[in-house]
């Protein structure tokens, strides 16, 4: 009698054992799976996408790692890089109080992928010139604080713009080289 009580308790520690087992090899397999599974899909991609955004350059010309957003110490130490926007602006002014024509710049101190960038989506760079001008109020552009308060809503539009298309902006200022009033 003895002899039968013994296969029957490797009987009963195999059937709790089997599926324990199988448990553990299915879920480390689903593990692996997702690991694998989540870097294919680009969860891995975020950290490598980094070395592609601009440069800053350098005055004598190297190009460095920069901040993505402000925190820029010395700009003497940087090589500013002044692209004209090609074409005039015309738009009427808010409260149909006039109309404004404009021609300007752009200035950055990061690499020529900045200004690739500008001209790649030179039309959607345009719109949102033309309605951050239009929501202005010819009063505001009267004065040179008005003026200079429209080049940095219009420098924050560009970027915002550029970052929207590809990832990044990086414009320094916004130049009016020609703004007439009428």
Do not use: W
Request: hydrophobic share 40%; glycine share 12%.
């Amino acid at each position: 009698m003895s002899e039968d009580k013994k296969p029957a308790k490797k009987g009963k520690l195999k059937k709790i054992l089997l599926p324990v087992v199988g448990i553990l090899l299915i879920g480390g397999a689903c593990g692996a799976g997702g690991f694998f599974y989540a870097d294919m899909m680009g969860g891995h991609g975020a950290a490598e996408a980094k070395p592609d955004l601009p440069k800053i350059v350098l005055k004598d010309g190297s190009t460095v790692d920069g901040p993505t957003h402000g925190g820029k110490s010395e700009k003497t130490e940087y090589q500013v890089t002044y692209h004209p926007i090609e074409e005039s602006f015309t738009t009427n002014l808010r409260g149909g109080s006039g109309f404004a024509q404009a021609e300007m710049a752009v200035s950055t101190i990061y690499d020529e992928r900045v200004v690739q960038a500008l001209t790649d989506h030179d039309i959607a760079v345009r719109n949102a010139i033309v309605l951050e001008m239009a929501d202005t109020d010819a009063m505001e552009l009267e004065t040179v604080a008005g003026k200079k308060n429209l080049a940095l809503r219009l420098r924050d539009r560009i970027n915002e713009t550029l970052e929207e298309k590809t990832g990044f902006g990086g414009i320094d200022e916004v130049y009016f080289t020609k703004l007439v009033l009428q």
